[in-house]
């Protein structure tokens, strides 16, 4: 059973599920959204992109956390899906993420947009 992320409830009022591409693409949204530290018995799962918002946005901090992306996407869902890669750039006062990626399941090639920071939260 793929639960739809954020949690929330269908029409029938029962949990809400998702087709496996989507429930992939909310894993990878969560590992985004995790900071390091902020799970108890994972606490190196996440990447602290969500923390980045407080942070100065430039080219540099992009391209570390491309790597810091790249690394963790590897390591916690390798099972899942294989990185063909991923690019941050700065935009302004936004982060633009994109992860292109194959699902191992069924050799579907995915590519997800994620933007975060500016007027986009």
Do not use: C
């Not at 996407?73 to 700065?90: E, K, N, P, T």
């Not at 993420?97 to 699902?103: C, P």
């Amino acid at each position: 059973m793929n639960l739809k992320y954020p949690y929330q409830f269908d029409s029938s009022r029962r949990t809400a599920q998702v087709d496996t591409p989507g429930h992939i693409r909310d894993m990878i949204e969560q590992m985004l959204l995790t900071s390091p530290g902020e799970r108890v018995n994972r606490p190196t799962f996440g990447t602290g992109t969500a923390q980045l918002v407080f942070a100065p946005n430039s080219d540099v901090l992009a391209a570390a956390q491309q790597q810091v992306i790249q690394a963790s996407l590897q390591q916690w869902l390798s099972g899942v899906i294989r990185v063909q890669s991923v690019d941050v750039s700065a935009e302004d006062s936004t982060l633009l993420i994109t992860v292109q990626y194959t699902i191992v399941q069924t050799q579907q090639q995915q590519t997800q947009q994620f933007v975060y920071g500016g007027a986009s939260q």
